[in-house]
């Protein structure tokens, strides 16, 4: 199954579009993990077994691993995900982008040795940076759009022609880069007007939300705004709130009430929209 059909498989079999963001920070680990000599591999691992049924995808996010030198932990984190959870797939947070001959490095990186069934692209470079990621057809191809960020406005909102540079990505993508219906595009729930603006210009291309949770995102107006034709469309997600949701031996329970809300919270505004 590729990417696409995988994520739209758990937003209807599952009934979640919670995204797991997987940002180990050894800071916050639980005292029961902290002296475990591989403790990154741990703590994501019990992360992962005890959300799995919650979520639509797992996004590990790459430099929280190579900060730490654990990419090791990633690839098996990764290959841990296919083996006990091969319905959730995982999307590789890396927001890459190189001119070709270093895009193509990056595409074996992301799907050849991580085994990722999607990337976080940054389109800056534009489209022969993207291509070879594109050519992938069975992988999922996420690129920046409105990030949620405070200074996602300083380039991302100039004017461009009359309108925003995020509504120009945005328009590129989905008219010409989705050949292969393989696209989709990060706008951050922090604003949420804009996440709307793209809703209305892609049609039903999925949306991966950050932005929730610790950033302060308001679940409601992403429903409201963002949600596709069908009442799906989003991959919310969500990582600090959710993998720090506890701080005792407890804390994998934690995580899974807290991503047990997040789902609950927006199924009931999905079935108001
Ligand atoms: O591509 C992303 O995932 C991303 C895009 C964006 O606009 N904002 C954003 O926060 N992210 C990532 O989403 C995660 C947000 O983490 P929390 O704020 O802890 O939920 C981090 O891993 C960020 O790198």
């Given at each position: ?240 709130a959710i993998l720090y949701a506890g701080s005792d031996d407890d804390y ?22």
């Amino acid at each position: 199954m590729n990417f696409m059909q995988a994520l739209r498989t758990r937003w209807s079999e599952a009934d979640t579009m919670v995204c797991v963001g997987l940002d180990p920070d050894p800071s916050r680990f639980p005292a029961v993990v902290r002296d475990d000599p591989d403790s990154v591999f741990a703590f994501c691992r019990a992360i992962v077994d005890a959300t799995a049924d919650l979520a639509c995808a797992f996004k590990p996010q790459i430099a929280h691993f190579a900060a730490l030198c654990a990419e090791d932990a990633l690839e098996r984190l990764i290959a841990h995900i296919h083996d006990a959870h091969p319905d959730v797939p995982v999307i590789l947070d890396a927001k890459r982008g190189d001119i070709g001959s270093t895009a193509q490095r990056y595409v074996i990186e992301a799907f050849d040795r991580y085994d990722a069934d999607a990337v976080t692209l940054n389109p800056y470079l534009g489209r022969d940076s993207i291509q070879p990621f594109l050519d992938r057809a069975d992988k999922g191809v996420i690129l920046l759009c409105r990030t949620s960020n405070p200074g996602g406005a300083d380039f991302q909102n100039l004017d461009c022609g009359g309108r925003p540079l995020y509504q120009r990505v945005a328009e590129t993508i989905a008219r010409d880069w989705n050949e292969h219906g393989n696209c989709a595009l990060v706008t951050g729930a922090t604003f949420p007007e804009e996440l709307g603006q793209v809703r209305r210009i892609v049609g039903d291309m999925p949306l991966l939300v950050p932005g929730i949770g610790a950033q302060g995102g308001d679940v409601e107006a992403v429903l409201r705004e963002g949600a596709d034709a069908s009442g799906a469309g989003l991959m919310i997600s969500s990582s600090r709130a959710i993998l720090y949701a506890g701080s005792d031996d407890d804390y994998a329970q934690a995580a899974r009430a807290a991503a047990n809300q997040l789902r609950d919270q927006i199924n009931t505004y999905r079935s108001k929209a």
